[in-house]
């Protein structure tokens, strides 16, 4: 069940916005954050996000065989190891931040040994290629968002006050442009990108790969039928979070693709996202702006991981701070211009 | 005396990033950031930005008797008090980031009582109007460039390894507006904006202001006939951080004024100043275009104090970190593309 965000709560956030010692409106789009926030966790002052957890939901993709990337599919594998060992971008971010880190297998095409940090929720050993027919079925994605959300249910139950979104899986990008067009009406020549880092003759091909996949599963339930099990679980993890209203950052395309198919199931689960960031992806934009999300940092990253919703947490955190810890004009003896006029 | 920044520490830094586990400038911006630290460091990989220390120049401006800012000079006072009591917005980021908080007042109209962590080298109280002469003379600039680089020098003695720029002084857009236009060569109705919040009205007579300041002031030197004595300050700290090789994360457009009349100065000095964020000013945009600087933060902030500045920090440290902490490829056991190819 999830609800709307609390109306007076936000109200209140405003008020208070208004009392501080700085000019009205002059945090701009950090004051809409703290006013989300209050919203969300339906008291204002809202409770600082903190601490915050990170899940990297990680998967393979039955379309790498159209050659859709660069990177051979084994990379999705040593990635995780990787995150494991902490020597990712977003390990790095993570430190930063405080965040926990746990990685969850929902589809890695290969056998992953025990790791701690490593949750075990394999739904199959990478999707069908989504070029040729529907990437999983039904009963799959299901399971993949029940994983989700599991996980961010756990999170929560450990402490967490913030969750971050994370993805791993070679060719993604590919099932992420399907699904935002999908969602949001969008032409695959608008919203395909470069990934991490294509040519002009493979992303022609990357884009003739995605208008094939809108075609063969035309009418069937598209995060089924396009995603990847990564974009069912963040879906999941995401309806979850919206549910325990707690406050989620969405990383890039990846996660704004999985956002456009949980908004499809549960509409006012959206206002329990923030959007950490805008990545070099077309498609990001086009989804975001479906969503109605505006993006807190805009650096051409193009990494996923997690990493772009990382470097968000502190503008986040600085938000919610500002209503708890700035003084009034009352308190501070400073003269307020709106009183004056 | 100003050195350029290191061309083989960026070079370093540049080969370095491709061999860490991600696709290869897929940090985008931030990736930019690291080099220049490289570079400013002489060093790669650059230390972490940290610790980071604000200063806050504040001081009063004659063209306030203009009616150019719809708030009473005595705020520039009363905000003064707030920061020492740690009241403001600028306090409360401060805090999150741990960075020192210095007020100088360096031309606050009004005497200010002593206080810890306010530093007192007034020049003068308050400047004179810009839109009928002159608003300082040279001696006077000079004298509050020296306060400025004296508070860089002891930051960094004191063990500061980043700076961050603030300012406070009712009436500074209508000086910044003013020196922007001198040098970028813009109009004054390009570059004035609305500041902390006037209506139509006010912003045109705030646009004829401007224009009559840099016809009476037509061939004197800009930063001391149209500046702030803040403005003055702010270059002489840019300056000097610049000397001692350490990064200074520029606020808003204050900050964008007093680097643009810095960098006239010494050209090289802008290789140390990272753009914290983009205001909603619109001198802030031509003064960064000018400058050649990318901003991190861009959310419409319009409030100084280095409130903007100290938003942007935890992106520079991460920036930094990604060259301490990521595992390269080889050490990762994870397939380069590149090394494929």
Redesign the interface.
Known sequence: MISPLDPAAMAEARAHHDR???????????EDVAVRLAGIAAVSPPPLPEPVALAIFAADHGVHAQGVS???Q??TQ??V??FL?G???A???A???GASVTVVDVGVNGDLPDAPGLVSRKVRRGTADLSLGPAMTEAEARQAREAGAEVAERLVAQGARCLVTGDMGIANTTASAALICAYTGKEPGEVTGRG??IDDAMLAHKIAVVTRALEVNRGLDPLAALGGLEHAAIAGYLLKAAELRIPVILDGVIAGAAALAAAAIAPDATGYWIAGHRS?EPGHTAALAHLGLRP????????GEG?GGL?AH??V??AA??L????TFD?????D?EA??
């Open positions: 501080l010692t700085k000019p009205r409106g002059a945090l701009g789009a950090l660069p990177w051979p084994e990379v040593q990635m190891a990787n060992a020597g990712a971008v390990n790095a971010f430190g930063q931040v991490t880092g070099a807190l940092v805009d650096l051409e990253l193009r990494l990493t470097l502190p503008l955190v600085a701070r500002v708890h810890e700035v003084a308190a501070a003896g400073v003269t211009k004056l006029a």
